[in-house]
Nanobody, 124 residues
Framework: QVQLVESGGGLVQAGDSTRLSCTASGHTTSRITMAWFRQSPGQLRAFVGGINWSGTNTYYERAVEGRFTISRDNTKNTMYLQMNSLKPEDTAVYYC?????????????????WGQGTQVTVSS
């Protein structure tokens, strides 16, 4: 089992930046790939971006490409989501997810483990 805990977020102004963290614990010797998803009220949980085990490859949803950056520090078992130029439509609960099979794409069902989520609210 792998446990994921998100941190960061909160209330920010439009145009501001903030960074989320997702720390993995448990059976983290596996080479897990990781991703961020987000969910707004009344919406499905949507893919934000993913990162491979080594951190050398990332993949983003088009609406965040160029504004958001995913990175990871495997010495800390932590993945990050740097969010710049935030917009009110970025308001959501942000979830991290992990997969043991090497997947870091947009299919929610492919992920083995999920965090509890952290709220990001962007005011205009």
């Amino acid at each position: 089992q792998v446990q994921l805990v998100e941190s960061g977020g909160g209330l920010v102004q439009a145009g501001d930046s903030t960074r989320l963290s997702c720390t993995a614990s448990g059976h983290t010797t596996s080479r897990i790939t990781m991703a961020w998803f987000r969910q707004s009220p009344g919406q499905l949980r949507a893919f934000v971006g993913g990162i491979n085990w080594s951190g050398t490859n990332t993949y983003y949803e088009r609406a965040v490409e160029g504004r958001f950056t995913i990175s990871r520090d495997n010495t800390k078992n932590t993945m990050y989501l740097q969010m710049n130029s935030l917009k009110p439509e970025d308001t959501a609960v942000y979830y991290c997810a992990a997969d043991r099979g090497g997947y870091y794409g947009s299919d929610r069902a492919a992920y083995d483990f999920w965090g509890q989520g952290t709220q990001v609210t962007v005011s205009s």
